[in-house]
């Protein structure tokens, strides 16, 4: 009953819901939520395999999915698989931009191949899936893009390459977005992860005391699960968000307002203990 209520209060059924990046953690999470929200699901993904797995996995649980082999990288595949989308679907109501990739690197000697090819997905895919589901929007106007940033956005995370400077650049782009379509009825706004337990970060948890010591960086004393960021997106996603254009959602489990409690304060320490 929670569940149906929760679909009903969205409004999100019968919407065309794209999602880039959908064979992973954070993807598949939030091509669940919108499906049990009764949306019509188009799973993107270049990991073919995985991405009709998902979609077998959420039709057998009563969802409409459907899996599209996309490169988001690669300008040609992204406007042919909007084309098979809207021949299947019809015409995108929501796009979410969630397909990332992280290559470590310094930037003293990260290779010019390595820069171009990390903002090639975080930024310029972005931009690319933008424009070819965009456009039905606007024809429309009508239509919702949601953006998966990360608190990366607003503090470097070092020897990660071109991973912050991209997200930072996410951030513009959906603000952008907003500004130049918002009076044609399309939203754009952005969700900016902090710490979430995926299938790509769980080896970190398993060593030693990093869970401990990463619970204890965040207000809420835990680690943030994939749904946890899928509820932030159907929120943006959905007509209960029909005020909300440009904006920014950070969902992190208090991790940035907990900047002032990492720096040492001799006589507050004890106190600021007492309270975990």
């Known amino acids: 009953m929670a569940n149906k209520r929760s679909a009903e209060w969205l409004a999100l059924e019968g919407k065309v819901c ?17 499906g049990e929200s009764g949306a019509r699901i188009a799973l993107l993904d270049r990991e073919a395999g995985k991405c009709k797995d998902l979609a077998q996995t959420l039709v057998a649980n009563g969802m409409e999915a459907y899996a599209f082999e996309c490169d988001i990288a690669d300008a040609k595949s992204v406007e042919l698989t ?16 969630n397909a990332g990739l992280l290559r470590p690197g310094g930037i003293e000697d990260i290779t010019l191949d390595t820069w171009n090819a990390m903002l090639q997905v975080n930024l310029t895919g972005y931009m690319l899936c933008a424009q070819a589901f965009g456009r039905a929007m ?9 953006h998966v940033a990360s608190v990366a956005a607003h503090h470097p995370q070092t020897w990660s390459g071109a991973y912050s400077p991209g997200k930072a650049a996410v951030s513009m782009l ?47 004393r835990r680690i943030g699960e994939p749904v946890d960021i899928a509820d932030a997106v159907a929120f943006l996603a959905s007509p209960r968000a029909s005020y909300v254009n440009g904006a920014e959602l950070i969902v992190d489990g208090g991790l940035e307002c907990m900047l002032m409690d990492m720096v040492p304060r001799p006589g507050y320490e004890a106190k600021a203990g007492a309270a975990r």
């Open 82 to 97: 909007a084309l098979s989308v809207e021949e299947r679907l019809g015409s995108a109501d929501v796009l979410v931009n």
């Open 174 to 220: 959906s603000k952008q977005i907003a500004a130049e379509w918002g009076a044609r009825g399309v939203r754009s706004n952005a969700v900016c992860p902090g710490m979430i337990r995926t299938p790509l970060s769980a080896s970190f948890y398993a060593q030693g005391d990093v869970e401990q010591r990463r619970r204890a960086m965040t207000a809420s």
């Open 138 to 146: 606007l024809h429309k106007r009508a239509g919702s893009i949601v």
């Open 18 to 34: 794209v999602v880039t990046g959908a064979a992973g953690g954070i993807g598949s999470a939030i091509a669940r939520v919108l």
